[in-house]
């Protein structure tokens, strides 16, 4: 349903202008209309505030029964040089972060000590000086929405799960699902690579791999708009990639919509190797480009899920995943495509 032939969409993109009609014939959303139909149209401004700020979002999560990563400390105002090192003194691994960035900017993570020092997963050092001017460039708003001043959250590091060790490089994959009026309707799992710098972002490099709704296998991936069938540092095989725990993952970003109100919001996930899939942060303004890494459009899904009746959307979290998962299965998988 809704696949698109992504050769041809390519062809169009390098060939500069593509007109709204092509991507609609193509089944492909683009911005005008998600901003105009979905987010406009589902999403109330009031409810913004859940998602813009990833402490409100920590604390309507916990409301609502949704894992989360451990919140160490949050400083609202501008700590004082004592406070920050008491908070960071005694741990070994850390992240610290604007409450309102966006983009992934001013997110420190901390995995190792080195004497007074602290090592980021690239090994570079960073010392404690580095550490405070970090959280007051923060709280100067540097990071954050708008630049107005901000608050900095300090958490605990993940203690991410294995499986996808060799799948990303110097950074931790995290996977996007986009939920609309409570019902998953397509994810992609975000690696970092070396020309990523480690971070999960694909306009800077990172790969998108598309998730089967149905399976929780890829079922494709791209590295800045290339079809691609390896990791391209570790050389590793995505048609090998299963996401475990792939119906609870679900099940968690399905419950972002009662949790935020939100009628089109995109949920941020990462697989802790104990508690399972916790929540990272929600968004409600995700952006496209996982038509891309699925080789998918969303119009036709959405128009899909629009297209029901109120009795249809009165579903239980359960309900909508399995609606989903049977609903948006993928054509074929990487793992099939190769074989």
Known sequence: MGRFNFNQFLAKLRGGFVSPFA????????????????????????????VDDKLNTK??????????????????????????LEVIEPL????????RGSGGKGILVVVG??????????????TKEDVLRHVSNIHSGLYSLGGKPDRVMVEALVDFDPVFDKYSFEGVPDIRVIVFRGFPVMAM??????????????????????????????????????????????EMPFGELVVPGWRDLLRLASSCYEMTGLGYLGCDIVLDRKR?????????????????????????????????????????????????????????????KSA
């Open 59 to 84: 604390r309507a999560a916990r409301r609502h029964g949704i894992r989360v990563p451990e919140l160490i400390a949050a400083f609202d105002s501008q700590p004082s040089r004592r406070r920050v």
């Open 276 to 336: 399972g899939p916790l929540l990272l942060e929600a968004n409600a303004r995700p952006g496209l480009a996982i038509q891309v890494a699925n080789g998918v459009g969303l119009r036709t899904r959405l128009k899909h899920i629009e297209a029901m009746d109120l009795e249809q959307l009165e579903k239980s979290v359960e309900e909508r995943v399995n609606y989903s998962m049977q609903e948006f299965a993928a054509v074929r998988t990487l793992e099939q």
């Open 92 to 99: 070994w691994q850390f992240v610290i972060k604007p409450a």
């Open 23 to 50: 991507l609609r014939r193509l089944g492909v959303l683009g911005m005008n209309a998600r901003n105009v139909h979905y987010i406009a149209r589902y999403n109330d401004r009031d409810l913004y505030p859940i």
């Open 189 to 234: 799992l975000r690696c970092s690579t070396h020309s990523s710098d480690g971070k999960a972002n694909l306009h800077q490099g990172a790969v998108g791999v598309g998730i089967d709704l149905a399976t929780g296998k890829s079922c494709h991936a791209v590295q800045r708009g290339l079809r691609i069938s390896r990791h391209p540092d570790t």
């Open 113 to 126: 000590r080195e004497g007074e020092n602290y090592l980021k997963p690239s090994g570079a050092m960073v």
